[in-house]
Nanobody, 111 residues
């Protein structure tokens, strides 16, 4: 059973930055595809970014050029560096690995 624990959410100003972390346990992390999703109130959960075991990345159009996903296999951790934050980035952000989900971390962007 893969366990995922997110951290790093909080309150940021418009144009500011936050870095989310997700620590994984219970799997061969270095081979796993890892992703970040988000869900805003009243909206469906959506994919933000993902990174393969080989380091290939994918970004949703709405975060391209602003967010960076990267992994540290030695620490079993995947990160989401969020820059140039906008109010519409406000959501609960979830770490994902195949069928496993973290509990989420709240990100609020205030103007």
């Amino acid at each position: 059973q893969v366990q995922l624990v997110e951290s790093g959410g909080g309150l940021a100003q418009v144009g500011g930055s936050l870095r989310l972390s997700c620590v994984a346990s219970g799997s061969i992390f270095s081979k796993d595809r890892m992703g970040w999703y988000r869900q805003a109130p009243g909206k469906q959960r959506e994919l933000v970014a993902r990174v393969s075991g080989g380091g290939e990345t994918y970004y949703a159009d709405f975060v391209k050029g602003r967010f960076i996903i990267y992994r540290d296999n030695a620490k079993n951790t995947v990160y989401l560096q969020m820059n140039s934050l906008k109010p519409e980035d406000t959501a609960v952000y979830y770490c994902n690995s195949y069928e496993s989900w973290g509990r989420g971390t709240q990100v609020t962007v205030s103007s």
